[in-house]
C-alpha cells in the first residue's frame, strides 16, 4: 500500500511564497508518477503539476505555471510544491497523489492517479 502526506500548508500574506511537501511510503517516488492537485468547496479537483518518475519532466497548470514548481527528492522519496506569488485565488485544499509509473505519458486527471494524501490546507490572505 502506497500511503501519501502532505505539510506545509497554512495561512500566507499574498505575494508570499509557501512549500509543500509530500512524503511518500509503500513505494519509491522513482518508480511512481506524482502529481499535486487542489480543490475549493463545491468545486472539481484541479490539477496543479506533475513530475514523471525521475523529474525529466514536469507539466504546471497555465494558472500556475511561472509562479508554482514541483520537483522532487528521490533520496527523501518526498515530491515538492515550491509556490511563489500567491493569490487569494490560490486559496485550496492541496492533494498530493501518485499512480503507477507507465513507461510514457502524461497525466493530469485525478480518475489517472491511484493514491491520495489527506490534503493540505493553503489559505492566501488579501
Known amino acids: 500500500q502506497v500511503q501519501l502526506v502532505e505539510s506545509g500548508g497554512g495561512l500566507v500574506q499574498a505575494g508570499g511564497s509557501l512549500r509543500l511537501s509530500c512524503a511518500a511510503s509503500?513505494?519509491?517516488?522513482?518508480?511512481?508518477?506524482m502529481g499535486w492537485f487542489r480543490q475549493d468547496p463545491g468545486k472539481e479537483r484541479e490539477f496543479v503539476a506533475t513530475?514523471?518518475?525521475?523529474?525529466?519532466?514536469?507539466n504546471h497548470a497555465e494558472s500556475v505555471k511561472g509562479r508554482f514548481f514541483i520537483s522532487k527528492d528521490n533520496a527523501k522519496n518526498t515530491v515538492y510544491l515550491q509556490m511563489h506569488s500567491l493569490k487569494f485565488e490560490d486559496t485550496a485544499v492541496y492533494y498530493c497523489?501518485?499512480?503507477?509509473?507507465?513507461?510514457?505519458?502524461?497525466?493530469?486527471?485525478?480518475?489517472?492517479?491511484?493514491?491520495w494524501g489527506q490534503g493540505t490546507q493553503v489559505t492566501v490572505s488579501s
Open positions: 497523489a501518485a499512480r503507477r509509473t507507465t513507461y510514457s505519458g502524461t497525466y493530469n486527471l485525478p480518475s489517472q492517479y491511484d493514491y
Open positions: 513530475i514523471n518518475w525521475n523529474g525529466a519532466y514536469t
Open positions: 509503500g513505494d519509491t517516488v522513482s518508480r511512481l508518477y
